[in-house]
């Protein structure tokens, strides 16, 4: 089986072709970094545009680098949400036009879902499993049971933990998009253990019950910081905030990880209990390191994806489209765009999050 994947949700323009034996035929991605950088973060406007000018090159580039014709292919998956509105309707579109055309099923697809099934790609894991989503809009803790079946057992009661990484890192002064460039900086950090001392941050959370998350008081605190900087502020500074902010994260994000690892270890008996991260910030690698410890204290295996596959991309959402039409789950091209889509729509919390 061989599907076609589309992915426009948020500043990523990507199409993918992949086949049921994980073989990534094709992935390529267009960031729009330069695009949104001068506003310092994504404008869904200019993000739709963008997606619209770029899509159609973007696929057949991603046909022809994977060697199939329309007629080859099984299917065409495209995001159908959550994300912005105006990117996800461009994606959904071509793919159904695409689908249309080639007589072909369309398969709507979940971004977050896309997200959550990645290590089903990248290392062929068993459900259920352990897993922590940690992208730009969602931080959330969910048991993956199935296809389709999700338990949130928590979620984050403000900020998303990469939107906190992208909203310090413009505090730290450092160009758009800040996650990764944040790590970047922390790596400069010569000496951690001042760096903890002199920047101090709070833990916001730690040690209580249940597996939600806050990470708005910890970008707070990262503000006051910056405000006592001298001006302009010497690189070590920001280097060592930097550190601080990166390993309080990584500590926060082991906590709250830790009460969702023992109730995954009593609710399910499997040969082999593993946590999977995905989302971009999966791809921060002391957040690995700290869960991979996590993990290791517990019993439980860890599984990241490779970096290309934590952020955005079209095999994750070729992916998913191989898993669903496998089961008989295309949809029709009647398919409605959705801003939110929950992966647990039974959960309460969702109320308040999705
Ligand atoms: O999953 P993703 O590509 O897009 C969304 O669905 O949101 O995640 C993007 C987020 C951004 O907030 C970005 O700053 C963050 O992932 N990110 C990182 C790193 N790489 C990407 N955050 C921390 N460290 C990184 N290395
Ligand atoms: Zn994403």
Redesign the pocket.
Known sequence: MIVLGIET????TAAAVVNDRREILSNLVLSQIKEHAAFGGVVPEIAARAHLDHLDTLIKAAMSDAGVKFAQIDGVAATCGP?LIGGVMVGMMAGKAIAAAAGKPFIAVN??EA?ALTPRLSDNIEFPYLLLL?????TQILAAEDVGVYKLWGTTQDD????C??KS?KLMGLPY???????KMAAQCADPGAAHERFPLPQPMKGRQGCDFSFSGLKTAVRAHVERFPNPAPKADIAALARSF?DTAAEIVSDRCEGAVKKFLSAYKTAAPTLVA??????????RAALQDLCGRHGMSFIAPP?AL????GAMIAWTGIEKLSRGLNDELDVKARPRWPLDPESQKNRKTA
């Open positions: 949700s948020c500043d990523e994300g971004h977050l997200h940690i992208s730009g809009g969602h998303a933990l990469g939107e990484f992208d890192a998009p800040g996650g990764p460039e944040l790590e990166q995905a989302g971009g910030v999966a791809a921060n690698k002391a957040l970096g934590c952020s955005d991309n």
